[in-house]
């Protein structure tokens, strides 16, 4: 597979940040605070594990006006330096007394102040990653300041990607695309779904993929009942589907779609429910297109599903966003509403309960260009693979 650089030019975090500092004028904002691992690495560049770690607290700076501040554990100091941040504080982490609270206290009083209101990401599909008690100090630490959620705005600016951004998602789905190329080659009757998966996992780190960070799977006679618990120590049995769902890693960007298997003879339920979905994700990739909704996607999508019988899909949505996280904003649902334009990139997965207590899902990931969609994952076959 072919080399793809990674990181990004500088110009890419100032064009980010920009379009964030005309987001914070239209709101009427002095600052933006940022504290989770993909707002926080969106604009520094700051790419490391150790997230992992809950430990200790990590704080980012957006002024109204020049670069972001960062204000992070003493541990990082020489990984933030090499971005192109400037500005960085540190303090001994971890100090349960005080963990870097009074210095972003300090930063955002001497900043300049207009309008009194410091954006975070409080609302919808957001969460601080600090300790509660500690946000609640800094507040009462700003005397007439006021922090406004700005939650669905920063999900609205990481919603439309660059080209750079693009390209690793692209090759994050090739890995994707090998592993899964592969598994008819290996999956046999008789095997769990740990070992197929487990091989999987191999085949799309030797593709090239940094990490697996999602991998799960489910399978049952003619379908599963559950697409999220998985992979289990369950055999494959003949008559039997499984299905595997992705999140492979390249630079910090997912790929995330599934594909289905038989094993044996399918029963004729199974193969009508597999090109329902199919259908499905044809009639949502012909649907999205710059000015259309997600709605118009999820209604395109489910007419299909509906008109071959299906009785209920239990997901909640079909399809969602993709990037620096496995599921991003927007949700592809009946009220959702968010318009398509292009550089986003989304999932399309079209999924419905056939029979009673069976599941046939199918995803697929796509960009959205002036001319309308473009797939990233390879299309699967339309036809169900078998594996004797």
């Known amino acids: 597979m072919g080399f793809l650089e990674r990181g ?45 770690s809950p430990t200790r607290p990590w704080f980012l700076i957006v002024p109204a006006t020049g670069k972001p501040i960062a204000v992070i554990p003493e541990i990082g100091a020489s990984g933030m330096a090499a971005t192109w941040i400037d500005d960085i504080h540190t303090w001994t982490s971890p100090t349960p007394s005080d963990d870097g609270i009074s210095i972003v ?109 999602y991998l799960i799977s489910g399978s049952g006679l003619n379908g599963y009942n559950s ?49 329902s979905v199919y259908e499905a994700t044809d009639a949502g990739f012909k649907t999205a297109r710059p000015g259309a909704t997600t709605t118009d996607i999820y209604t395109a999508m489910w007419s299909v599903m509906e008109a071959a019988g299906a009785l209920g899909n239990d997901v909640g949505r079909l399809g969602h966003g993709l990037g620096m996280q496995l599921t991003e904003w927007p949700s592809i649902t009946p009220f959702d509403n968010t318009q398509l334009v292009p550089g986003m990139v989304i999932t399309l997965e079209p999924g419905m309960m056939y029979a009673p207590g069976k599941f046939m899902v199918h995803e697929e990931n796509i960009v959205i260009t002036e001319a309308g969609a473009e797939y990233l994952s390879v299309r699967c076959s339309p036809e169900l693979v078998i594996i004797e």
Request: charge should be neutral; hydrophobic fraction near 40%.
């Open 8 to 52: 990004f030019e500088k110009s890419e975090f100032e064009k980010r940040t920009l379009k964030a500092q005309k987001m914070m004028a239209e709101q009427k904002l002095d600052a933006v605070f940022l504290t989770t691992e993909p707002n926080v690495r969106y604009f520094s560049g700051f790419f490391t594990q150790f997230w992992e």
């Open 105 to 213: 206290a300090e930063i955002l009083k001497n900043l300049s102040r207009k309008y009194g209101r410091i954006g975070a990401t409080l609302g919808v599909e957001s969460h601080l990653r600090m300790p509660f008690n500690n946000f609640i100090e800094l507040s009462s630490r700003l005397t007439h300041i006021e922090f406004i959620d700005i939650a669905t705005e920063i999900h609205c600016l990481r919603s439309v990607k660059s080209e750079a951004e693009i390209e690793k998602i692209r090759q994050a789905c090739k890995t994707a695309n090998i592993g899964f190329a592969n598994i008819p080659n290996h999956a046999r009757t008789g095997q769990t779904e740990q070992d197929i998966c487990k091989q999987m996992r191999i085949d799309m780190l030797e593709a090239g993929a940094d990490i697996i960070k």
């Open 227 to 275: 697409i999220i618990m998985g992979p289990t120590d369950r055999r494959l049995n003949n008559g039997d589907v499984l299905i595997i769902d992705v999140g492979a890693v390249y630079d910090g960007y997912f790929s995330d779609f599934d594909r289905n298997f038989a094993f044996g003879r399918p029963s004729d339920t199974t193969l009508k429910a597999y090109k």
